[in-house]
């Protein structure tokens, strides 16, 4: 039992400390962005946004999950837009690329992979943000129809502060920066270790059986095993179809939901427990159809 807790220890914090810099380097772009940009530069990142997701859909597909989490963190800002956040979640997969490059995956077969992950990512973050601003219109035009007098608050970056209670604003960029990362640096590693502990407990073959029992069944279970908010989720997946377990719809719909702990930080900077529920209900709808439907057409890679 000794044994099994060290492990579980040393393995949350060495992937908590690989995040670090990722965090680290976000939360500086941000404090800059809030410190020194005038409301000009400001809207000419908006503006930009409108290419998010296939700047996401790109960024994501690189190693590690450090791109998911400062994809959140730039969200809960209001720097970025939620079909790139979406975008970044879907071509996220965490270990994927590590265990095949060191397994000798063909590069043919890694680069379909990857190219799909991108495709999905990106096209399924424009369709998002096209829908999401048309809901928005029509909540304002339904309210303003019906005379409600809401203030309407867009997301800004001074808002982790007050979310935070940290009162870092009033410091130096330098100092905000170290203390937003040193807080959700301590949030994911203690998520972190309770997840690796029951992983550790429950065990990655028994995990793998159920998911493995029926294709769609398998496809329902393979996303909710890949939306792990850390590494487990996709080395599990990853492992279960190099070894011939899991078919190409399983996989996809795990490693399409391995957004891996940018959804824990997504939960703890971005204010409404709503819109994140929201925003997780999406990314696991995305991941199942997509599975199923590779499911059915029979593709593999």
Known sequence: MTE????????????????VPFLFLTYLVME???HKTQETTQQMIRRAGKLGPLIGGIAGVFPQCGFSAAASSFYAGGVISVGTLMAVFLSTSDEMLPIFISEAVEISVILKILGVKILIGT???FALDILWRAGSRKRKEYHEHKHIHREHHEKDIHDLCEH???HCEEGSILKSAIIHSLQITLFIFLVTLVIGFLVEVLGEDQIGAIISSQPVLGVLLAGLVGMIPNCAGSVIITQMYLGGILGTGQMMAGLLAGAGVG??????????????????????????????LFEILGIAF
Request: hydrophobic share 45%; charged share 15%.
């Open 4 to 19: 099994l807790i060290w492990h579980t220890l040393m393995h949350a914090v060495s992937d908590t400390l690989r995040l």
């Open 32 to 34: 800059y962005l809030e």
């Open 123 to 125: 096209v399924s973050g």
């Open 164 to 166: 935070e209670h940290c």
């Open 263 to 292: 959804i824990l930080v997504l939960c703890r900077t971005n204010r409404g427990a709503k819109e994140n529920l929201g925003i997780i209900g999406l990314l696991y709808g995305i991941s199942v159809f997509w599975g199923i």
